[in-house]
């Protein structure tokens, strides 16, 4: 939150339950501004605090953690473009075995879309064809909502891959898995990934983390996966 408003992000708390004994059991929150996910995306992880607890009646030093989850919002409206360039048509007849049914004008179409991957480059031919109506601009205008779905259907499961490569990295709360140590007593704040470390415990508390940001996105964020 601190870190939200010290870079003038909007942010809103959707969700939130609170420990049964004192402070937060879990919390969502939004942040929306220019670059947020890029900036703390390398927050995933588990956060090790080491302090006093002011709840500890004996004044021992408690060990605690919090695991931090970032996920970008999926943006669900999806535009659909058909690159006319890419397109082409044929038509055929349509109609059946022969007599008084059969088709005499070509009223069924063939659509061929030379399909670009624009996550890959991967080319590869879409071949859709429609005999529904004896009308061909009937049978053009459902052979293209035919190839929107398809098209529409590959963006969907190309965002659910990529959500699904961002719920992998989720990691457990466990010993040794920690990405960065709190200690108020040593007054350090160390991140075990890039080794950057600082003594100023509380300006980190008050949100000031852009050091550790920059350190982890210096060395881990040209990194696909």
């Given at each position: 939150m601190r870190y939200a408003e010290n870079h003038k992000y909007k942010l809103t708390i959707s969700n939130l339950l609170e420990a049964e004994d004192a402070g937060i059991k879990q919390v969502t929150m939004k942040l929306e501004g220019e670059y947020a996910y890029g900036y703390l995306k390398g927050e995933n992880g588990v956060h090790r605090l080491v302090r006093v607890s002011p709840y500890n009646a004996q004044g021992k030093r408690m060990t605690s953690f919090a695991s931090v989850f970032v996920t970008p919002l999926i943006d669900d409206s999806i535009e659909i473009v058909v690159e006319q360039s890419r397109?082409?048509?044929?038509?055929?007849?349509?109609?059946?075995?022969?007599?008084?049914?059969?088709?005499?004008?070509?009223?069924?179409?063939?659509?061929?879309?030379?399909?670009?991957?624009?996550?890959?480059?991967?080319?590869?031919?879409?071949?859709?064809?429609?005999?529904e109506t004896r009308d061909q601009p009937k049978n053009k205008e459902n052979a293209l909502r035919l190839l929107k779905s398809q098209l529409y259907d590959r963006e969907m499961r190309h965002r659910m891959e990529e959500q699904n490569k961002i719920e992998a990295g989720k990691l457990k709360i466990e010993?040794?898995?920690?990405?960065?140590?709190?200690?108020?007593?040593?007054?350090?704040?160390?991140?075990?990934?890039?080794?950057?470390?600082?003594?100023?415990?509380?300006?980190?508390?008050?949100?000031n983390i852009d050091a550790f940001l920059k350190a982890w996105l210096m060395e881990f964020g040209g990194k696909k996966g």
């Open positions: 397109l082409s048509w044929d038509t055929f007849r349509s109609g059946g075995a022969g007599g008084q049914n059969v088709n005499k004008v070509e009223s069924g179409v063939r659509l061929r879309y030379q399909y670009k991957d624009p996550y890959t480059g991967e080319e590869e031919e879409i071949l859709i064809e429609n005999t010993w040794g898995s920690q990405i960065r140590s709190y200690v108020f007593d040593d007054r350090r704040v160390k991140d075990h990934r890039t080794n950057y470390q600082t003594s100023d415990v509380q300006g980190v508390m008050d949100g």
